[in-house]
């Protein structure tokens, strides 16, 4: 079975550009949720989608958004990049959002903000 | 807001040296607390999942052992292997299943 997977792996912008993200989940996991990683901040939660419907958001801008495709498959876009938005975006998908199951992550996308 | 709090930071250990990490949390009706590791530049890693007070997971040379406000990971005669950094998080009943993560601690294992 095919883990989760992100692209690209890495990417460079500059301020004030936008960016999209993309996130393949496991097969027959039909729950995303995004997470950012930032040396300060440690793995902080974005949002989650389930059924091509936001479930949960975290504390970020309105420049965060994200979508899910009816084959599951997320999209997370940023909008006029900050330097502060340089950090690993990690996606991780389960069958569904209300268990206790484990999340599964994928390698992320290092984005890296000039 | 749920908090989980992690220490040491780091940690250096010798082959063959024992230790343990600790994660403290401030969450109410506790649903889950999760451990990951994570290796540089990957996604974090499933390693166990502790749900009431009293519980122990093994794996290999990892224990993991819960109380009502922290967990502990204890690392048996590590290897160069087991150099990663190790996550805790935990999951409450009223915060729709979101994960909130520690800061991590990161664990060296010299030969």
């Known amino acids: 079975k095919a883990g989760v997977t992100q692209t690209p792996r890495y990417l460079i912008k500059t301020r004030g550009q936008q960016v999209t993200l993309s996130c393949s989940p496991i097969s027959g996991h039909r729950s995303v949720s995004w997470y950012q990683q930032t040396p300060g901040q440690g793995l902080q939660f974005l949002f989650e989608?389930?059924?091509?419907?936001?479930?949960n958001k975290g504390n970020f801008p309105g420049r965060f958004s994200g979508r899910q495709f009816s084959n599951s498959r997320s999209e997370m876009n940023v909008s006029t990049l900050e330097l502060g938005d340089s950090a690993l975006y990690l996606c991780?998908?389960?069958?569904?959002?209300?268990?206790?199951?484990?999340?599964?992550f994928g390698s992320g996308t290092q984005l890296s903000v000039l | 807001e749920d908090q989980v709090t992690q220490s040491p930071e780091a940690l250096r250990l010798q082959e063959g040296e024992s230790s343990s990490l600790n994660c403290s949390y401030t969450v109410s009706g506790l649903r889950g607390l999760f451990w990951y590791r994570q290796d540089p530049g990957k996604g974090p890693e499933f390693l166990f999942t502790l749900y009431s007070a009293g519980e122990e997971k093994e794996k290999e040379r990892l224990k993991a052992t819960l109380t009502k406000k922290e967990s502990f990971l204890h690392i048996t005669a590590p290897k160069p292997e087991d150099s990663a950094t190790y996550l805790c998080?935990?999951?409450?009943?009223?915060?729709?299943?979101?994960?909130?993560f520690g800061a991590g601690t990161t664990v060296t294992v010299r030969a």
């Open positions: 991780a998908s389960k069958e569904a959002p209300a268990t206790n199951e484990k999340l599964f």
């Open positions: 998080a935990v999951q409450a009943p009223f915060n729709d299943y979101k994960l909130s």
């Open positions: 989608y389930f059924s091509e419907t936001q479930r």
